[in-house]
């Protein structure tokens, strides 16, 4: 993970007996061995997150399943195309406007993207709510069992980055602690060493 040694993470593993081991040694051995506690740790909890959003998606379809209804729209203009933006690209639809009647006696009209080959004087199913408002299809079970996954997954990336963040960092100012001590040490070494000079000099 990040370049990080395996091999040698177990051989400086917190609990290794080793005499020549230092604290820091121990203290970063620790910090990776919690960060991976720690990521495998999300995975149940991602589980949970997919599985609510799962429930939810289910349970919105059911509803808007149950209080609304699909009727016929009669198509009361030619269709005509018209260049959405979707992300990178133009995404060119057929849309019309199409007149409806629900609840018996209210008339409804509105502009909607329609099928290919759709003309004028014909009929596209359109769901509306008991006043008569159209609404958006409520979405498939396959949609809702991907998107639950999808909720999972990004879950445990976005924990799994954010550990894996602490963790880069624990290691950088660990460095940047033994450099400074390299730097105390050296500076001790050489000091040590120009008094032995002078003394045997």
């Not at 924990?159 to 050296?186: I, K, N, P």
Request: net charge neutral.
């Amino acid at each position: 993970m990040f370049g990080y040694d395996f091999a040698r993470w177990w051989r400086l593993a917190p609990w290794s007996t080793n005499p020549l081991m230092r604290g820091r040694d121990r203290t970063a051995a620790l910090a990776f061995a919690c960060a991976m506690a720690a990521i495998l740790g999300l995975v149940p909890f991602a589980a949970l997150v997919g599985s609510l959003t799962y429930a939810d998606l289910d349970a919105e379809s059911v509803r808007t399943s149950a209080t609304t209804q699909q009727i016929d729209a009669v198509v009361t203009t030619e269709p005509t195309l018209r260049s959405q933006p979707s992300g990178t690209v133009d995404v060119i639809d057929h849309y019309a406007t199409v007149a409806w009647e629900w609840p018996p006696g209210q008339l409804h009209s509105d502009e909607i993207r329609v099928p290919d080959g759709t003309e004028r004087g014909g009929t596209v199913p359109t769901r509306v709510d008991a006043e008569g408002r159209r609404v958006a299809e409520p979405s498939s079970a396959t949609s809702n069992v991907l998107l639950g996954i999808a909720a999972a997954v990004g879950f445990w990336v976005v924990g799994t980055v954010a550990v894996a963040t602490s963790l880069e960092a624990t290691r950088y100012f660990d460095r940047r602690a033994r450099m400074r001590q390299w730097d105390r040490d050296w500076l001790k070494f050489e000091t040590e060493r120009g008094r032995t000079r002078g003394d045997s000099a």
